[in-house]
């Protein structure tokens, strides 16, 4: 089980993009592709056979998952998470500040 999964709200803690706010797209080893979040520019050949153009596109490339916190609405900044076991057993996460479920 994750601390960081994917469609939670994270803050970019430090680099370029430090303070935005986006939505995770993919938790890969270590890392997280965030939604307008880390964009650059790539310049990429044409393949007729897949039917993409060539030409500069922009795309998010993964941002190390130690350089975003999930958001706190609660508190209105990032939070660390922490794991937590419920009455019932099902084991849910928390934020450290409030101790509030970050899954409802």
Do not use: C, W, Y
């Amino acid at each position: 089980m994750n601390k960081i999964r994917k469609g939670d709200d994270v803050v970019v803690i430090s680099g370029k993009d430090k303070g935005r706010r986006g939505t995770i797209i993919k938790v890969l080893d270590g890392k997280v592709l965030v939604q307008n979040i880390n964009m650059v520019k790539k310049h990429q050949k044409p393949n007729p056979q897949q039917g993409v153009g060539g030409g500069i596109i922009e795309k998010e490339m993964p941002i190390d998952v130690s350089n975003v916190m999930v958001f706190n609405p609660a508190t209105d900044k990032g939070d660390r998470v922490s794991f937590k076991t419920l009455e019932d057993g099902r084991k849910v996460r928390v934020f450290r500040s409030n101790g509030e479920v970050v899954d409802a």
